[in-house]
């Protein structure tokens, strides 16, 4: 049985999105815990993420990707960004602290954090003031 909910024996941490301190985890797609119950394998859930954004503005990008639970860096985690024409993105691949830093040549229409075994994040920057 699939659940897509917050139930479960265990209260788990979900995914956060912090820009320069302050949380908006309002902006995150899908902020919903995987469960699989009574799989072969016994109970599965996917990890979730935490997002920092250190920096943000015309033409930089830096931040760190976290475990939300331990608050460890995640080891290279990918970092994709979408930028508002549609049509143009970049990957890029943060370092083994999860720290990452990158130019960005126009403004970012959302950004995708993805890590095998942890649930993806997924950010509408269109939507950060």
């Known amino acids: 049985m699939l659940l897509n909910s917050c139930s479960s024996k265990r209260n788990f941490k979900l995914s956060e999105f912090k820009f320069q301190g302050k949380e908006h985890n309002e902006l995150i797609q899908d902020r919903y815990p995987f469960y699989e119950i009574d799989s072969p394998y016994g109970d599965v859930r996917m990890g979730q993420i935490y997002l ?13 990707v976290t475990d939300s639970e331990t608050d460890d860096g995640l080891l290279f ?29 126009s403004r970012l229409k959302k950004l995708k954090v993805s890590y095998i075994g942890y649930e993806p994040l997924i950010i509408d920057l269109l939507s950060l003031k």
């Open 52 to 64: 920092s954004i250190d920096k943000y503005d015309k033409d930089t990008l830096s931040g760190t």
């Open 77 to 105: 985690p990918k970092v994709e960004l979408y930028f508002q024409n549609e049509r143009d993105s970049i990957t890029i691949i943060a370092d083994s602290l999860g720290k990452f830093k990158t130019n960005i040549p």
